[in-house]
């Protein structure tokens, strides 16, 4: 079992910038990739950005050239994703995700974002 909690969501304004955090525990050494997805009401869950074992990135369009995925780089385990130029567009839940060498997924319970003046 790996036990995923985000932190960071909350209001900005458009055009501020928010830093969200993912910290795992439990089985950690099944974690191969990690990932940010978000939902926003009456919409399909999407991926945002993901970061694999190598620590290579991946993003969608949506957050490319805004959004940023890295790792703490003292505990390897902490997933962040910065988000800068946040637009009214981007409010929604968003989920930190693992996938394991057993072929499971882990998700965590969300983090709320909103973008509003």
């Known amino acids: 079992q790996v036990h995923l909690v985000e932190s960071g969501g909350g209001l900005v304004q458009p055009g501020g910038s928010l830093r969200l955090s993912c910290a795992a525990s439990g089985n950690i050494d099944s974690m191969y990739d990690m990932a940010w997805y978000r939902q926003a009401p009456g919409k399909q869950r999407e991926l945002v950005a993901q970061i694999r074992r190598d620590d290579s990135t991946y993003y969608a369009d949506s957050g490319k050239g805004r959004f940023t995925i890295f790792r703490d780089n003292a505990n390897k385990n902490t997933i962040y994703l910065r988000m800068n130029n946040l637009k009214p567009e981007d409010p929604a839940i968003f989920l930190c995700?693992?996938?394991?060498?057993?072929?499971?997924?882990?998700w965590g319970q969300g983090t709320q974002v909103t973008v509003s003046s």
């Open positions: 995700t693992t996938a394991t060498l057993d072929g499971r997924n882990y």
